[in-house]
């Protein structure tokens, strides 16, 4: 069981940066994939990008590719347990809610389905 806590969303100018953090609870957290995505109003929740276990693979959504960097904390010593989504260069329609989400098995998942844990989730607004 990983039970996943989003933050660090917020208002933002276009052009500007913010760094969400999403922070697992479980001992078995370095053994999960994890996954972001994101839901604007109306939408379907869409796949930004993942990070395998060992931070070994790393995908991004073309859309996303080159303005946002995943990574992961597995430090068990200070039990950071924790995953990251650097986002820069913001733009309007980057606007939605984030989840983070982690699932089993060392494949990146791109649709939701695959995913066994999700966060409550953290907006992200982009102004223009």
């Known amino acids: 069981q990983v039970q996943l806590v989003e933050s660090g969303g917020g208002l933002v100018q276009a052009g500007g940066s913010l760094r969400l953090s999403c922070a697992a609870s479980?001992?078995?957290?370095?053994?999960?994939?994890m996954g972001w995505f994101r839901q604007a109003p109306g939408k379907e929740r869409e796949f930004v990008g993942g990070?395998?276990?060992?931070?070994?693979?790393?995908?991004?959504?073309?859309s996303v590719k080159g303005r946002f960097t995943i990574s992961r904390d597995n430090s068990r010593d200070n039990f950071k347990n924790t995953v990251y989504l650097q986002m820069n260069s913001l733009k309007p329609e980057d606007t939605a809610v984030y989840y983070c989400?982690?699932?089993?098995?060392?494949?990146?998942?791109?649709?939701?389905?695959?995913?066994?844990?999700w966060g409550q989730g953290t907006q992200v607004t982009v102004s223009s």
């Open positions: 989400a982690a699932k089993g098995g060392r494949v990146i998942a791109t649709m939701p389905h695959g995913y066994d844990y």
């Open positions: 479980g001992r078995t957290f370095s053994t999960y994939t």
């Open positions: 990070i395998s276990w060992n931070s070994g693979s790393i995908t991004y959504a073309d």
